[in-house]
């Protein structure tokens, strides 16, 4: 099935021509379309389908195991039909099993699913492998075959012969590759550049464009990450100690020219978002595990702390004392220790290769100030995801994208389960019996109203709990582009998509300006 953009979360026909669900949602079938085929042209079959399933269940990564493992049975029922049976009743895994990537089994035959390989992968979209340069690029070619290509589901979309992804291990590199014309397409991640650098001249002679155009997205979650697994962040008190040192309103003014917004809670900007007491339908879902909130879950009280700007921060870092008293920790010679003597230091891991040294920076200066000792750790990107993955840090600064249409995939952000089992995006180490019933709950709801009021709840107890020092985001997205590149007038509900994009035909500024040739 292929998603629209436009929707929360609906699926439309691809590779399988219809689906049937069963009245009692334990099973769906999927008919493949007589023509889907792969690009070498051997044919889509439930055979393939079955092994895709299996072989992301197996060797995958944790969260297919966790959607496919719900799978009872997988059978191929003729030619071209293949069921799934679940062990009980589903709701979303019908369209998970829908967004499945489909592997040929004779791709994959006398060699190891699970280990690195560069040959070309054989697939049934739109584009295959052109070529590949390790640690530098890749490029896609559009297949004059594809078998889809007069879908309903596909039309508009496509519109570009060629399409390399350039691979930068610097930021600044990537920005004067841009500047240069070698790039043709920039989302533009950082708004004091948005705002004072695109002046070049190109963007002046207005073979450069660009635009903020705006999203329906939910606003997630990014900020500096506790790892309550560390008995350091493990007392809540400290979490919201240290949530009040942080001062936002300085930090957005000196580091993005106070462009940004702060993100409230993870389901902000959408239906979902928690604000104020919790609704009687948020309150009957929490009652059952009111001994398990934090204080102040159910009457709203997790409003994040606001300061004057000016850099002192006094009130919060006053506030922020207290709490730490209350914890048991103690300044004592400018050094705060508990009450075995212990000195209250940690460390916050961050990717070489990013841009959050800056911010971390500031919020550890600001710790310092309370006799707090942080170490700012910069780690390449391998050794980062390896400690991502087995929770080797005390703090991490990282983000949750959020979706629309919240369903089992929380399990894998933040269900108890990833205490213990590496791999999983709970990097706090959430372990709230509240927490998995609401999951549970907008996972197996029978209406959209107690759907609604589980992730409302869910909300309200991530939120509360302090797990982490929430940063910024932007309701638009800042993107350039060298002509010939167009856009549609209107940017879908989840903002910028790149597949519906075109060339112009016969306008040529890009070869001309920089020496390259149209656009690919």
């Given at each position: 099935?292929?998603?629209?953009?436009?929707?929360?979360?609906?699926?439309?026909?691809?590779?399988?021509?219809?689906?049937?669900?069963?009245?009692?949602?334990?099973?769906?079938?999927?008919?493949?379309?007589?023509?889907?085929?792969?690009?070498?042209?051997?044919?889509?079959?439930?055979?393939?389908?079955?092994?895709?399933?299996?072989?992301?269940?197996?060797?995958?990564?944790?969260?297919?195991?966790?959607?496919?493992?719900?799978?009872?049975?997988?059978?191929?029922?003729?030619?071209?039909?293949?069921?799934?049976?679940?062990?009980?009743?589903?709701?979303?895994?019908?369209?998970?099993?829908?967004?499945?990537?489909?592997?040929?089994?004779?791709?994959?035959?006398?060699?190891?699913?699970?280990?690195?390989?560069?040959?070309?992968?054989?697939?049934?979209?739109?584009?295959?492998?052109?070529?590949?340069?390790?640690?530098?690029?890749?490029?896609?070619?559009?297949?004059?075959?594809?078998?889809?290509?007069?879908?309903?589901?596909?039309?508009?979309?496509?519109?570009?012969?060629?399409?390399?992804?350039?691979?930068?291990?610097?930021?600044?590199?990537?920005?004067?590759?841009?500047?240069?014309?070698?790039?043709?397409?920039?989302?533009?991640?950082?708004?004091?550049?948005?705002?004072?650098?695109?002046?070049?001249?190109?963007?002046?002679?207005?073979?450069?464009?660009?635009?903020?155009?705006?999203?329906?997205?939910?606003?997630?979650?990014?900020?500096?990450?506790?790892?309550?697994?560390?008995?350091?962040?493990?007392?809540?008190?400290v979490r919201e100690a240290l949530l009040?040192?942080?001062?936002?309103?300085?930090?957005?003014?000196?580091?993005?020219?106070?462009?940004?917004?702060?993100?409230?809670?993870?389901?902000?900007?959408?239906?979902?978002?928690?604000?104020?007491?919790?609704?009687?339908?948020?309150?009957?879902?929490?009652?059952?595990?009111?001994?398990?909130?934090?204080?102040?879950?159910?009457?709203?009280?997790?409003?994040?702390?606001?300061?004057?700007?000016?850099?002192?921060?006094?009130?919060?870092?006053?506030?922020?004392?207290?709490?730490?008293?209350?914890?048991?920790?103690?300044?004592?010679?400018?050094?705060?220790?508990?009450?075995?003597?212990?000195?209250?230091?940690?460390?916050?891991?961050?990717?070489?290769?990013?841009n959050d040294e800056k911010v971390a920076?500031?919020?550890?200066?600001?710790?310092?100030?309370?006799?707090?000792?942080?170490?700012?750790?910069?780690?390449?990107?391998?050794?980062?995801?390896?400690?991502?993955?087995?929770?080797?840090?005390?703090?991490?600064?990282?983000?949750?994208?959020?979706?629309?249409?919240?369903?089992?995939?929380?399990?894998?952000?933040?269900?108890?389960?990833?205490?213990?089992?590496?791999?999983?995006?709970?990097?706090?180490?959430?372990?709230?019996?509240?927490?998995?019933?609401?999951?549970?709950?907008?996972?197996?709801?029978?209406?959209?109203?107690?759907?609604?009021?589980?992730?409302?709840?869910?909300?309200?107890?991530?939120?509360?709990?302090?797990?982490?020092i929430p940063l910024w985001y932007d309701?638009?997205?800042?993107?350039?582009?060298?002509?010939?590149?167009?856009?549609?007038?209107?940017?879908?509900?989840?903002?910028?998509?790149?597949?519906?994009?075109?060339?112009?035909?016969?306008?040529?500024?890009?070869?001309?300006?920089?020496?390259?040739?149209?656009?690919?």
């Amino acid at each position: 099935m292929a998603r629209s953009w436009d929707e929360p979360f609906t699926l439309y026909a691809l590779l399988a021509e219809s689906v049937e669900i069963a009245e009692d949602r334990q099973s769906v079938s999927f008919t493949l379309h007589p023509d889907a085929a792969f690009s070498n042209g051997r044919p889509v079959t439930p055979d393939d389908v079955i092994f895709s399933m299996e072989i992301l269940r197996d060797k995958g990564r944790p969260n297919f195991n966790a959607y496919y493992a719900r799978v009872a049975e997988a059978k191929a029922d003729g030619e071209r039909v293949v069921t799934f049976t679940f062990f009980e009743p589903e709701r979303e895994l019908p369209l998970l099993l829908g967004l499945m990537p489909i592997h040929p089994r004779f791709d994959w035959e006398n060699r190891d699913f699970d280990e690195t390989t560069l040959q070309k992968p054989i697939a049934s979209g739109p584009y295959r492998i052109e070529s590949v340069a390790p640690g530098d690029r890749i490029t896609f070619r559009k297949r004059p075959d594809y078998w889809g290509k007069d879908l309903p589901v596909n039309r508009g979309l496509h519109n570009i012969d060629e399409v390399t992804y350039l691979y930068f291990r610097d930021e600044n590199a990537l920005w004067e590759a841009f500047k240069a014309g070698l790039v043709d397409l920039r989302q533009e991640g950082d708004a004091v550049r948005w705002l004072n650098e695109y002046d070049f001249p190109a963007a002046q002679k207005g073979d450069v464009v660009r635009d903020a155009l705006p999203h329906g997205r939910a606003t997630g979650m990014e900020g500096f990450v506790f790892n309550t697994r560390n008995p350091l962040f493990a007392d809540r008190r400290v979490r919201e100690a240290l949530l009040h040192v942080f001062d936002f309103e300085w930090t957005n003014a000196a580091l993005n020219q106070g462009a940004y917004e702060r993100i409230q809670t993870y389901y902000g900007n959408s239906a979902f978002g928690a604000t104020g007491p919790a609704t009687d339908g948020e309150r009957r879902l929490l009652m059952p595990y009111a001994k398990h909130l934090p204080k102040g879950t159910l009457e709203g009280d997790f409003a994040l702390p606001v300061s004057k700007g000016d850099g002192r921060n006094r009130n919060n870092r006053r506030i922020a004392i207290g709490l730490l008293r209350e914890a048991g920790w103690r300044i004592s010679n400018g050094v705060l220790k508990n009450a075995q003597g212990m000195r209250f230091a940690f460390e916050i891991l961050l990717r070489a290769s990013g841009n959050d040294e800056k911010v971390a920076a500031s919020f550890s200066r600001a710790l310092e100030s309370l006799g707090i000792d942080v170490t700012l750790r910069m780690v390449e990107g391998a050794q980062y995801q390896s400690r991502l993955t087995t929770y080797d840090f005390d703090m991490v600064l990282q983000r949750w994208w959020l979706s629309l249409s919240p369903g089992a995939e929380q399990d894998f952000y933040f269900g108890s389960k990833g205490v213990t089992e590496k791999g999983t995006r709970n990097y706090m180490g959430a372990n709230n019996p509240a927490i998995d019933a609401m999951i549970d709950l907008l996972a197996s709801a029978p209406d959209r109203e107690t759907y609604t009021a589980a992730i409302r709840a869910l909300d309200r107890i991530l939120s509360a709990e302090r797990y982490v020092i929430p940063l910024w985001y932007d309701a638009k997205e800042r993107i350039a582009w060298w002509k010939p590149l167009n856009k549609p007038a209107l940017t879908p509900l989840y903002g910028y998509r790149p597949e519906i994009w075109w060339a112009v035909e016969g306008d040529d500024v890009k070869s001309s300006s920089s020496g390259k040739s149209p656009i690919k």
